[in-house]
């Protein structure tokens, strides 16, 4: 079955900079594009980013856009999220997902915790 598991959130400071992974298994990652999403503490899902299934083709939320880059091994299943520029409102569990055909996030990670404080 399909399995995304994240990695790499932890405490950091503002100002730092910190990637996360996802690895993926259960299906043919080279084919499918991936999201990667957050919650805030006490708010709603907030899209961030994703990545067509060879890389081509990158897209990015405004409030990251500049500061996040995201990325893919597929040789490694593997989804990346680089994130630079941190600072508070970044404090949130992040999420990795697998989108279907028409772009639905079909299965989701468990999600690893960023907090961003001093």
């Known amino acids: 079955q399909v399995q995304l598991v994240e990695s790499g959130g932890g405490l950091v400071q503002p100002g730092s900079s910190l990637t996360l992974s996802c690895s993926a298994s259960?299906?043919?990652?080279?084919?499918?594009?991936m999201s990667w999403v957050r919650q805030a503490p006490g708010k709603g899902l907030e899209w961030l980013s994703d990545?067509?299934?060879?890389?081509?083709?990158?897209y990015y939320s405004d409030s990251v856009k500049g500061r996040f880059t995201i990325s893919r091994d597929n040789a490694k299943n593997t989804l990346y999220l680089h994130m630079a520029s941190l600072n508070s409102n970044d404090t949130a569990v992040y999420y990795c997902?697998?989108?279907?055909?028409?772009?639905?996030?079909?299965?989701w990670g468990e999600g690893t915790v960023i907090t961003v404080s001093s």
């Open positions: 990545i067509s299934n060879l890389g081509s083709r990158t």
């Open positions: 259960g299906f043919t990652f080279r084919d499918s594009s």
């Open positions: 997902a697998k989108e279907d055909a028409g772009s639905v996030m079909e299965y």
